[in-house]
């Protein structure tokens, strides 16, 4: 599993970005995706997963009916969609993957695999 973050940058609060996770590596069946992001000085925070294979999801509190997890089987991607961004969604964001086949953990050291982190910020 090699994953490839990218489609942060810097909107204003109201606003939406997509972020994107691509997997170069064997296919996903069997795996848990998942985004966290990080703030400095804080731990890394779950925010949202989804099953590859059975696509149930679990969302953090702060982020539900503002973020929407979904991924595409024929392209190995993951997308969130971010609406309704909020300033306190500032942050590094990543994704992760474990070898999860439905459950979804939302502990950061349940992940195995992780890419690069994309900056997102939301200016007030």
């Known amino acids: 599993v090699q994953l490839q973050a990218s489609g942060g940058g810097l909107v204003q609060a109201g606003g939406s970005l997509r972020l994107s996770c691509a997997n170069s590596g064997r296919t996903l069946s069997g795996y848990v995706m998942g985004w966290f992001r990080q703030t400095p000085g804080k731990e890394r925070e779950f925010v949202v997963a989804?099953?590859?294979?059975?696509?149930?999801?679990r969302y953090a509190d702060s982020v539900k009916g503002r973020f929407t997890i979904s991924r595409d089987v024929a392209k190995n991607t993951v997308y969130l969609q971010m609406d309704s961004l909020k300033p306190e969604d500032t942050a590094v964001y990543y994704c992760?993957?474990?070898?999860?086949?439905?459950?979804?953990?939302?502990?950061?050291?349940?992940?195995?695999?992780w890419g690069q982190g994309t900056q997102v910020t939301v200016s007030s």
């Open positions: 992760a993957a474990v070898n999860s086949l439905a459950t979804i953990g939302m502990e950061y050291y349940e992940y195995d695999y």
């Open positions: 989804i099953s590859w294979s059975f696509g149930n999801t």
